[in-house]
């Protein structure tokens, strides 16, 4: 099955610092990549839909110079939590879609990034 | 934007018994899927069924989809050990390119041994 996975796993930094999320789809391409937030014991709030080669689109409250998305390749894309603060700490999951399966719209997930700011 | 809801929020159950799940949710819709998170990982897809579909198996799996309640349910038969974990509901909506899921607020399944 297709496989995406999320690096670093976990990471703790310090108030102010920018932390760097990487999505990957390791056995299919991928031309559209979606950027969830999920906070502990509460469903998924999409964050932005990122298409290689464009500009990612956000949803509505999330703040795109304070969540960098880039989607350079059809198997790469990044989420860049700038200037991070504690309030941004939650859990970040990724998912993509497959670009040859367009006979419905499956997604599939990443593992997620525990994202702690002190 | 459209939202989901789940009920129950929490379920407990004896090994072996079966467990439903529900999901309500408020626009049309071009299909609904179910998914699977363990604690701290990401989802796993369960089950897609269309909105011209009323029902689907997958093994231990059953979901019912009625689209003039606008919701689905997910039963688990025969629950063990390993099914514990949250499960969601997400659905797609009908505008036409819009790949968008949105997720019900989930419930917590613990399957007692």
């Known amino acids: 099955g297709a496989v995406v996975s999320q690096h670093p796993s976990r990471v703790i930094c310090k108030s102010g610092t920018s932390v760097k999320i990487e999505c990957r789809s390791l056995d299919f391409q991928a031309t559209t990549m979606f950027w969830y937030r999920q906070f502990p014991k509460k469903s998924l709030m999409l964050m932005a839909t990122s298409n290689e080669g464009s500009k990612a689109t956000y949803e509505q409250g999330v703040e795109k110079d304070k969540f960098l998305i880039n989607h350079a390749s059809l198997t790469l894309s990044t989420l860049t939590v700038t200037s991070a603060h504690p309030e941004d700490s939650s859990f970040y999951i990724c998912s993509a879609r497959d670009f040859q399966a367009v006979s419905y719209n499956e997604q599939f997930f990443g593992p997620g990034t525990r994202l702690t700011v002190l | 934007s459209q939202q989901g809801e789940e009920d129950p929020q929490a379920l407990s159950i004896q090994e072996g018994e079966n467990a439903t799940m529900n999901c309500s949710y408020k626009?049309?819709?071009?299909?609904l899927q179910w998914y699977r998170q363990n604690s701290g990982r990401g989802l796993v897809h369960l089950i897609l069924i269309r909105s011209n579909e009323r029902e689907k198996h997958s093994g231990r799996l059953r979901v019912t989809l009625d689209t003039s309640k606008k919701s689905s349910s997910l039963l688990i038969t025969a629950s063990r050990a390993a099914d514990t974990a949250s499960y969601f509901c997400a659905t797609v909506e009908t505008n036409f390119g819009n790949e968008k899921l949105t997720f019900g607020t989930g419930t917590r399944l613990t399957i007692i041994p």
């Open positions: 626009t049309s819709i071009n299909n």
